[in-house]
């Protein structure tokens, strides 16, 4: 398999990710739906107030091929505009052929933008072969569900990188990754 790992010259310090947020806090980051779609391999993780990455974390995560995927969600005309989905979000890790996968239907919202999903199914994998699925049915209110704020997107539509802010105050790198894209069925 293909490395997602991204050359050395292109990751960013923390000092610069936190600077990337502060100018989208003021201009937002103009960040479309189109932008995100694909699938994105984590690469860094910055805890909350922290300038320097958390490597342990980070490797730890990378070596469990923690991604997240993005494409276009079925969207139902007669659900209220947060309820719809616009987007399709598949957050999965993975050891070995063994994979679990959160998936459901996010949109974006406001102007830097904020990235808003919620899971309607666990799945666990081996292979492409489901071994089990469990639906989600409690819900989070609107106002409690996860989500990313959407700071920076570097590259065209096949590659490059996007960076973060989750809902619990880590920032975090993620890295696309059309390999992953092209051997798996998001």
């Known amino acids: 398999m293909p490395s997602s790992k991204m050359p050395t010259s292109e990751i960013l310090s923390g000092k610069q990710a936190l600077a990337l947020e502060q100018l989208s806090r003021r201009q937002g980051s103009a960040i479309t739906a189109e932008q995100l779609f694909g699938r994105w391999r984590l690469q860094l993780l910055w805890s909350k107030g922290r ?42 890790v993975q050891l070995g052929a063994l994979q679990l996968r959160f998936s459901g239907s996010g949109n974006l919202r406001g102007r830097r933008p ?14 492409r072969q489901s071994l089990w699925r469990q639906a989600i049915s409690q819900q989070p209110e609107p106002r409690r569900r996860p989500f990313f704020a ?33 051997a798996s069925d998001a």
């Open 51 to 92: 300038a320097q990455p958390n490597p342990a974390t980070a490797a730890l995560l990378r070596g469990l091929q923690a991604s997240l995927s993005i494409a276009t969600g079925d969207v139902t005309p007669d659900a209220p505009s947060l309820e719809r989905g616009d987007l399709k979000v598949v957050n999965s």
């Open 150 to 182: 959407l700071i920076a997107r570097s590259g065209a539509a096949d590659n490059g990188w996007l960076l973060a802010r989750g809902r619990g105050g880590g920032l975090a790198l993620w890295v696309l990754d059309p390999q992953l894209e092209k």
């Open 114 to 127: 904020l990235l808003e999903f919620w899971f309607d199914q666990l799945e666990l994998r081996l292979g």
